[in-house]
């Protein structure tokens, strides 16, 4: 069974950092792609960044390119999203998410097959 667990997530004032990890465990983890998505209650859950099974190539959404790093140490079963300069727009829960294919190519649309709980994100003005 495949356990996805996001840790990092509080409170923090515009302008500052935050770095959210996910721990994975349930089946082999340097296979498959991960993601980060975020979503503010009432809205549509939205892609932020996906870094592929190796972790040689990412793709971000606009809203946090050159903000927000996404990386993953597959010893540690772990990826991670760093986020700096944050700004009150990017209060949101955010959720780690598991490709549904191993070795797959990335893209903001890859099918996501396993997620986790989410941690929130608040950033104060």
């Known amino acids: 069974q495949v356990q996805l667990v996001e840790s990092g997530g509080g409170l923090v004032q515009a302008g500052g950092s935050l770095r959210l990890s996910c721990a994975a465990s349930?089946?082999?983890?340097?296979?498959?792609?991960m993601g980060w998505f975020r979503q503010v209650p009432g809205n549509k859950r939205e892609f932020v960044a996906i870094i592929n099974w190796s972790g040689d190539t990412t793709v971000y959404t606009d809203a946090v390119k050159g903000r927000f790093t996404i990386s993953r140490d597959n010893a540690k079963n772990t990826v991670y999203l760093q986020m700096n300069s944050l700004k009150p727009e990017d209060t949101a829960v955010y959720y780690c998410?598991?490709?549904?294919?191993?070795?797959?190519?990335?893209?903001?649309?890859?099918?996501?097959?396993?997620w986790g709980r989410g941690t929130l994100v608040t950033v104060s003005s």
């Open positions: 998410a598991q490709d549904k294919n191993a070795f797959g190519t990335i893209s903001p649309r890859n099918a996501m097959e396993y």
């Open positions: 349930g089946r082999p983890f340097g296979v498959y792609a």
